[in-house]
């Protein structure tokens, strides 16, 4: 399945609601026909909100994971198939973007405290809290990307856990397993920081 070559078919609202039947019985084949009838014009959306070709086909391909994972959650009553993969890949891609600025921001922050460092009486302090900040930040960057979102959306933008399923379209079940599976991995990555804090 290659987005670039892919050529859009002929809009077909049945065909493809009966493919996403297909796809809730786990057939890997509809999800491919699927793929190939929709992700050219779902991949020129990306882009156009995202404007990185590289983040748009990451888009594209969570996009297809959450269609294969949760088909179940279409409601052909409320869209169409169509409609319904739009309206994901621009949730997914606006997510995106604001990740980006969560990244920015505290990359600025972090950039701001370097230059206070060397003029502030408390210089070793402040070296410390910021080698520990950048450790944290890195092995967030480590986390899968499901995993690190929940963190980033409760801890950047403090939503509670049901606000995040509502905000990413997941199960409550799946953001507290993400959550847990997320803070066990920083817990044992960050155990030596720990240990000098306690």
Do not use: C
């Not at 070709?53 to 009553?77: G, I, K, M, T």
């Not at 969560?102 to 460092?117: G, I, N, T």
Request: a neutral charge; aromatic letters at 4%.
């Amino acid at each position: 399945m290659n987005p670039i070559t892919s050529q859009p078919s002929v809009p077909d609202p049945l065909h493809d609601a009966m493919l996403l039947r297909q796809i809730g019985e786990k057939r890997p084949e509809a999800l491919s026909e699927l793929y190939d009838r929709q992700a050219p014009m779902l991949l020129a959306l990306a882009r156009r909100i995202l404007d990185s070709p590289a983040d748009a086909e990451e888009v594209l391909q969570e996009v297809f994971l959450h269609v294969w994972n949760q088909s179940v959650r279409y409601d052909p009553a409320r869209s169409s198939v169509s409609t319904w993969l739009v309206l994901l890949t621009r949730s997914r891609a606006i997510d995106r973007l604001r990740h980006r600025g969560v990244v920015d921001r505290v990359h600025e922050a972090a950039h701001q405290e370097d230059l206070s460092a060397d003029t502030s009486p408390e210089g070793p302090e402040n070296v410390l809290t910021r080698e520990r900040r950048e450790r944290v930040r890195r092995e967030l960057e480590q986390l899968p990307p499901e995993q690190r979102q929940v963190l980033e959306l409760a801890f950047y933008q403090g939503l509670s856990q049901s606000e995040i399923s509502a905000q990413a379209d997941l199960p409550l079940g799946t953001v507290k397993t993400r959550t847990l599976l997320a803070m066990k991995k920083l817990r044992n990555a960050l155990r030596p920081e720990i240990r000098q804090l306690l």
